[in-house]
């Protein structure tokens, strides 16, 4: 008994040391989860302020700009095309009571002077104004609320680990306790699994310690903010300046890497464009937004299969992008997978149309971005023909022929049959709420574009064939034969300039005229003696009941 007595003694000594130690340790470990916590609720804070100075400094902005377009320089505008009317009059008088006016609607924005308002093309610089007004600010505001916010989750991180932490202490210290109870080798496994746990936790706590906390310099802010307030004025190369900047202070600094791989892109350097997608990719920039330029890029690139698999990603995330279900097709096209390219195509018209019916359900409007997607998805198929053809237009956006791995004759029945699809889908979901439905009888066989000619007395001598009209043209007439037409059908005529229509030229009404027979559609600023058609290619295309029936196209000179 004399000899067990001081061994006992010993072990109980042993252990007291060792709660003693980890009570110390379990004492260090609720301070610093206390202070990460504080940190963490600190951080969070912040965030909060900064995301509403944020949302604030948009929204008001915005709010400002509207005022500033919509109110003061349409205003001005109206006055301005006054003292046109005025000037081609000979209205002295008007002219200087319409200028007095002008100038003091001038004063009443900073939008309609230096260093906005650019005298040369009697334009304000809008995207500037917007730039200086708000979008560097709010930029700014919101990276430094992300950064506030990763900061706080990363603190917060820390002290639930420490809670973790102390719940192990916790453990080690039961596990010691019951060791003074036992008399057998098992009190040495409790101590040696208690000792365990502590070196453990003490390892951890080190990390934790070390470990270094997510930090976006303010100068990289800074600096990125810049660079998104020049992308906004198309002033690309500067841009990329500034966020070359921003990555030098934090080479890991993905909103940064994005924006800039966009800027490469607008300035169709499609290889830095796509590396600088991958590389905000790597930096932990993973959203839809990504994937979908990234594949883009690849399509334009003729990188097919990889473009084929970004899509697919961003989709399988987000199966409601239209726009980017049309981009798989075209991609698919390209890459002479035909039967796979219809399959997207019929599934991004589907999902157009149960949103729409989704949204007048709700009694909403579909959003605009709609209509944008399905009219690009037929322009981008345009494109891809127009290269083909060798006949490319400055808007065009398509992979070089040589990439291009099946040949026009392949392609060009497919790709046709899509654009009218898609065209009279669109068209018939704006205005019925379906897609279109089987066609009628009607048929236009061919369009041609012309000038009404008069002599100097003005009455009517015949109209002259032409696709080329001289720059200052402000009324063109599109002559066609047609036959198998019913008295109140939709008619829709829509005008495109440059790749993009123009609303103010669409008409809407029900077809008036025999069954049978020859029109000619007047297309026209004639009711104005200030507008006139702008120099480019336009195109005009005529659907009834919602179907695409011919269309036609010409040219405005510079």
């Given at each position: 008994?004399?000899?067990?007595?001081?061994?006992e003694?010993?072990?109980?000594?042993?252990?007291?040391?060792?709660?003693?130690?980890?009570?110390?340790?379990?004492?260090?470990?609720?301070?610093?989860?206390?202070?990460?916590?504080?940190?963490?609720?600190?951080?969070?804070r912040?965030?909060?302020?900064?995301?509403?100075?944020?949302?604030?400094?948009?929204?008001?902005?915005?709010?400002?700009?509207?005022?500033?377009?919509?109110?003061?320089?349409?205003?001005w505008?109206?006055?301005?095309?006054?003292?046109?009317?005025?000037?081609?009059?000979?209205?002295?008088?008007?002219?200087?009571?319409?200028?007095?006016?002008?100038?003091?609607?001038?004063s009443?924005s900073?939008?309609?002077?230096?260093?906005?308002?650019?005298?040369?093309?009697?334009?304000?610089?809008?995207?500037?104004?917007?730039?200086?007004?708000?979008i560097?600010?709010?930029?700014?505001?919101?990276?430094?609320?992300?950064?506030?916010?990763?900061?706080g989750?990363?603190?917060?991180?820390?002290?639930n680990?420490?809670?973790?932490?102390?719940?192990?202490?916790?453990?080690?210290?039961?596990?010691?306790?019951?060791?003074?109870?036992?008399?057998?080798?098992?009190?040495?496994?409790?101590?040696?699994?208690?000792?365990?746990?502590?070196?453990?936790?003490?390892?951890?706590?080190?990390?934790?310690?070390?470990?270094?906390l997510?930090?976006?310099?303010?100068?990289?802010?800074?600096?990125?903010?810049?660079?998104?307030?020049?992308?906004?004025q198309?002033?690309?190369?500067?841009?990329?300046?500034?966020?070359?900047?921003?990555?030098?202070?934090?080479?890991?600094?993905?909103?940064?890497?994005?924006?800039?791989?966009?800027?490469?892109?607008?300035?169709?350097?499609?290889?830095?464009?796509?590396?600088?997608?991958?590389?905000?990719?790597?930096?932990?920039?993973?959203?839809?937004?990504l994937?979908?330029?990234?594949?883009?890029?690849?399509?334009?690139?003729?990188?097919?299969?990889?473009?084929?698999?970004?899509?697919?990603?961003?989709?399988?995330?987000?199966p409601?992008?239209?726009?980017?279900?049309?981009?798989?097709?075209?991609?698919?096209?390209?890459?002479?997978?035909?039967?796979?390219a219809?399959?997207?195509?019929?599934?991004a018209?589907?999902?157009?149309?149960?949103?729409?019916?989704?949204?007048r359900?709700?009694?909403?409007?579909?959003?605009?971005?709609?209509?944008?997607?399905?009219?690009?998805?037929?322009?981008?198929?345009?494109s891809?023909?127009?290269?083909?053809?060798?006949?490319?237009?400055?808007?065009?956006?398509?992979?070089?022929?040589s990439?291009?791995?099946?040949?026009?004759?392949?392609?060009?029945?497919?790709?046709?049959?899509?654009?009218?699809?898609?065209?009279?889908?669109?068209?018939?979901?704006?205005?019925?709420?379906?897609?279109?439905?089987?066609?009628?009888?009607?048929?236009?066989?061919?369009?041609?574009?012309?000038?009404?000619?008069?002599?100097?007395?003005?009455?009517?001598?015949?109209?002259?064939?032409?696709?080329?009209?001289?720059?200052?043209?402000?009324?063109?007439?599109?002559?066609?034969?047609?036959?198998?037409?019913?008295?109140?059908?939709?008619e829709?005529?829509?005008?495109?300039?440059?790749?993009?229509?123009?609303?103010?030229?669409?008409?809407?009404?029900?077809?008036?005229?025999?069954?049978?027979?020859?029109?000619?559609?007047?297309?026209?600023?004639?009711?104005?003696?200030?507008?006139?058609?702008?120099?480019?290619?336009?195109?005009?295309?005529?659907?009834?009941?919602?179907?695409?029936?011919?269309?036609?196209?010409?040219?405005?000179?510079?």
């Amino acid at each position: 008994m004399s000899n067990e007595s001081p061994q006992e003694d010993r072990f109980q000594s042993f252990v007291s040391i060792l709660i003693a130690t980890v009570t110390i340790i379990a004492a260090t470990t609720a301070f610093l989860q206390a202070f990460a916590g504080n940190q963490a609720a600190e951080a969070n804070r912040q965030a909060q302020e900064l995301s509403l100075q944020a949302t604030t400094k948009r929204v008001t902005g915005a709010v400002q700009f509207s005022y500033d377009w919509q109110g003061a320089f349409q205003t001005w505008r109206e006055i301005d095309l006054q003292i046109i009317h005025a000037e081609q009059e000979g209205d002295t008088l008007a002219i200087e009571r319409y200028t007095e006016l002008r100038d003091r609607v001038a004063s009443l924005s900073p939008l309609l002077g230096p260093p906005y308002y650019e005298t040369s093309v009697n334009w304000p610089d809008s995207a500037r104004y917007e730039a200086d007004l708000y979008i560097v600010d709010s930029t700014r505001l919101t990276e430094q609320f992300t950064a506030q916010a990763e900061l706080g989750n990363a603190w917060d991180d820390i002290a639930n680990a420490f809670v973790i932490q102390l719940t192990l202490l916790a453990v080690t210290l039961s596990l010691y306790g019951l060791s003074n109870s036992l008399k057998s080798w098992v009190r040495w496994l409790f101590v040696f699994v208690g000792l365990s746990m502590v070196v453990f936790n003490l390892g951890w706590m080190a990390y934790l310690l070390i470990a270094p906390l997510p930090e976006l310099p303010q100068a990289a802010i800074e600096a990125y903010a810049q660079g998104v307030g020049m992308a906004y004025q198309a002033r690309d190369q500067e841009a990329i300046q500034y966020f070359d900047q921003a990555l030098s202070i934090q080479p890991e600094y993905a909103n940064a890497l994005y924006e800039r791989a966009n800027s490469y892109f607008y300035l169709g350097d499609y290889t830095n464009a796509a590396q600088g997608y991958e590389a905000a990719l790597d930096a932990g920039r993973d959203d839809t937004s990504l994937g979908w330029n990234l594949g883009w890029t690849y399509y334009l690139l003729g990188r097919f299969d990889d473009a084929v698999s970004i899509n697919q990603q961003a989709l399988t995330r987000d199966p409601t992008l239209i726009g980017l279900r049309m981009n798989q097709g075209l991609v698919l096209l390209a890459a002479g997978r035909f039967g796979n390219a219809g399959v997207e195509y019929a599934q991004a018209l589907e999902e157009a149309a149960r949103q729409v019916s989704a949204s007048r359900a709700a009694g909403q409007e579909p959003p605009s971005s709609l209509w944008f997607y399905l009219d690009a998805g037929a322009a981008d198929l345009e494109s891809l023909l127009d290269t083909l053809n060798g006949t490319p237009k400055a808007w065009t956006q398509s992979p070089p022929a040589s990439v291009i791995s099946t040949g026009l004759s392949n392609l060009q029945n497919d790709t046709l049959g899509y654009i009218r699809g898609i065209k009279e889908a669109s068209v018939s979901l704006e205005y019925t709420g379906q897609l279109p439905g089987l066609s009628s009888n009607a048929i236009v066989p061919s369009m041609q574009a012309g000038e009404k000619i008069d002599d100097d007395a003005g009455n009517f001598l015949r109209y002259d064939i032409t696709e080329s009209f001289p720059n200052g043209t402000n009324d063109v007439v599109i002559l066609f034969d047609y036959s198998g037409m019913q008295t109140g059908q939709s008619e829709i005529w829509k005008v495109y300039v440059n790749g993009f229509e123009d609303p103010s030229l669409r008409v809407v009404s029900d077809w008036k005229l025999e069954d049978t027979g020859s029109a000619v559609k007047q297309i026209t600023f004639a009711y104005s003696n200030v507008f006139v058609f702008t120099p480019g290619e336009y195109v005009v295309e005529l659907y009834v009941d919602y179907h695409l029936m011919q269309s036609v196209k010409f040219f405005v000179e510079e």
